[in-house]
Nanobody, 122 residues
Framework: QVQLVESGGGLVQAGGSLRLSCVAS????????MGWFRQAPGAEREFVAA????????YYADSVKGRFTISRDNAKNTVYLQMNSLKPEDTAVYYC???????????????WGQGTQVTVSS
């Protein structure tokens, strides 16, 4: 079993930055792909970013390309999401995800974090 614990959310002004962290514990050796998803009130969960096990391959939603960067440190069992140039449209609950397979832009992940709120004011 794998547990994911997120941190780093908060309230920021438009144009500001935040870095989200997600620490995995348990059977972390079996984790390959990891990703970030977000869900705004009244909306469906949407893909944000994903990263391969080695970190060599990354994938981003068009809405965040050039602004967000996903990375991971397997020695620390941690995945990060650096968010720059934040917009009010980025306001959502952000979820960390992990799976026993390659990274995917779909929500086909085996484990999910509790979510962390990101609010961007205008």
């Amino acid at each position: 079993q794998v547990q994911l614990v997120e941190s780093g959310g908060g309230l920021v002004q438009a144009g500001g930055s935040l870095r989200l962290s997600c620490v995995a514990s348990g059977r972390t050796y079996s984790i390959y792909g990891m990703g970030w998803f977000r869900q705004a009130p009244g909306a469906e969960r949407e893909f944000v970013a994903a990263i391969s096990r080695s970190g060599s391959n990354t994938y981003y939603a068009d809405s965040v390309k050039g602004r967000f960067t996903i990375s991971r440190d397997n020695a620390k069992n941690t995945v990060y999401l650096q968010m720059n140039s934040l917009k009010p449209e980025d306001t959502a609950v952000y979820y960390c995800a992990a799976r026993h397979g390659v990274a995917t832009t779909t929500p086909r992940y085996d484990y999910w974090g509790q979510g962390t709120q990101v609010t961007v004011s205008s």
